[in-house]
């Protein structure tokens, strides 16, 4: 794709960010840490300062719009060291801030708090999407809607940094029909019926089946996707053999119980989509710190190993 000036266009993925959408997030991730008085604000003031942000574990940079906008909202300037997406060895310079070191520190532990958990995410995601791609297969690793409250769109993000699908993003994205609407609607036909009526042709219908008789009924019923949720590896790879013989243009999603360890066996030809929640649930962060610089000051602030003996006589 070109642009006007004749430059190929790369998309960007922050550009699925919606700007509102996250200043609204990030107003009340702001007031939620400080819902009254500012009283370190008190102590420092608002001189001018810079401060670094320090990446101190290896790892995948993600969240970057999210650590822009918390303070962008505070009036502050980040100046990037390195590309969103991109690995991190430690200890490295990430990014500079700059702006009043009160909104810096306003700021810092709101930022922190999306870039460790953003970064990890990424981490984990590109770890696996590696291993998909290693040996070749042609589906999708993705994540689930087991995401953290009010935080969603940065864990969703960064699976999308570090190379997984997002899943459906919540209940309007997809009809999704699990057991339970099963049991509550009677049957998994009547379901399929029923939710086409309201999703139309837009919108795709995937049903949780855990027999191949129950998938076999939801994709005769119209279902676009087949979840076989939680089969052991053999018993999802027979099944998706023998759901793709009937109906070759169902989509076939593996699901339940797995991890980095178990995703290999599940990697097979006729299965479309691999998802597990640990993506967003499991992961561990990365460590960053963020510090004012001042000179003779160690920004790296290294573990204290022994007690200087002229401090305590």
Not at 108 to 118: F, K, Q, V
Not at 156 to 167: A, D, M, N, R
Not at 197 to 207: C, L, P, Q
Not at 251 to 279: C, F, H, M, Q, W
Request: hydrophobic fraction near 40%.
């Amino acid at each position: 794709m070109s642009a006007d000036n004749g430059e190929v266009y790369k998309p960007q993925i922050s550009h699925l960010i919606h700007p509102t959408q996250v200043q609204t997030l990030v107003q009340s991730w702001l007031a939620e840490d400080t819902p009254s008085f500012d009283y370190g604000g008190f102590i420092v003031g608002e001189r001018e300062e810079t401060a670094v942000l320090l990446c101190k574990s290896p790892g995948v940079l993600a969240g970057v719009p999210f650590f822009d906008a918390v303070f962008t909202a505070l009036e502050c300037t980040v100046e990037w060291l390195y590309e969103e997406g991109t690995v991190l060895e430690p200890v490295c310079k990430v990014a500079y801030i700059r702006g009043k070191v009160r909104n810096l520190l306003l700021g810092e532990r709101t930022a922190l708090n999306c870039i460790t958990r953003a970064s990890g995410i990424a981490t984990y995601a590109r770890k696996l999407s590696e291993m998909a791609k290693s040996v070749g297969w042609h589906g999708e690793v993705a994540g689930t809607r087991k995401t953290t409250p009010g935080f969603r769109i940065v864990e969703k993000y960064s699976l999308l940094v570090g190379g997984l699908s997002t899943h459906r993003y919540d209940l309007s994205s997809m009809i999704m029909l699990k057991d339970n609407h099963i049991w509550t609607a009677g049957n998994i036909t009547q379901a399929v019926k029923d939710a086409r009526k309201v999703g139309g042709f837009s919108t795709k219908i995937e049903v949780e089946c855990r027999s191949v008789a129950e998938a076999t009924e939801a994709a005769s019923a119209g279902s676009d996707i087949i979840m076989l949720d939680n089969f052991e590896p053999q018993a999802v790879h027979e099944a998706a053999k023998h759901l793709k013989e009937k109906f070759p243009y169902v989509i076939i999603e593996a699901s339940g119980g797995i991890n980095e360890d178990t995703l290999p066996n599940y990697l097979g030809p006729r299965i479309d989509v691999v998802s597990l929640s640990k993506a967003t649930q499991g992961y561990q962060t990365l460590d960053f710190s963020f510090k004012i610089q001042k000179e003779g000051k160690n920004p790296h602030n290294p573990m204290v190993s022994e007690i200087n003996q002229d401090d305590i006589s």
